[in-house]
């Protein structure tokens, strides 16, 4: 059966996540508060931060990096694109 939860980022009612996308108190957080679309889109716009930004995910700086902007992303601050860039048609 699909689990529905009213999504923080897209405002309304969605399919959920089937398990929370990593441990801990905000794994759970965006299992009860985010679509399964929302989380995808989010995956999506980490790629284009990670290449745009030219980071390297394992490093503490870019891990504080990202999950700020995850957390500004799916929960309704936007996120910071870098200057210059322009989303592909």
Known sequence: MTRIVNCKN???EAEGLESP??????GIRIYENISGQAW???????TMLIN???LKAFEPEAK???AAEREKFL???GVS???GFT???
């Open 21 to 26: 996308p990593f441990p801990g108190e905000k």
């Open 40 to 46: 995808k889109e989010w995956i999506t716009l980490q």
């Open 87 to 89: 989303a592909p048609k």
């Open 64 to 66: 504080k990096f990202l």
């Open 75 to 77: 929960f309704g601050e």
């Open 52 to 54: 745009e930004h030219r």
């Open 10 to 12: 897209l405002g309304r």
């Open 81 to 83: 694109v870098p200057e």
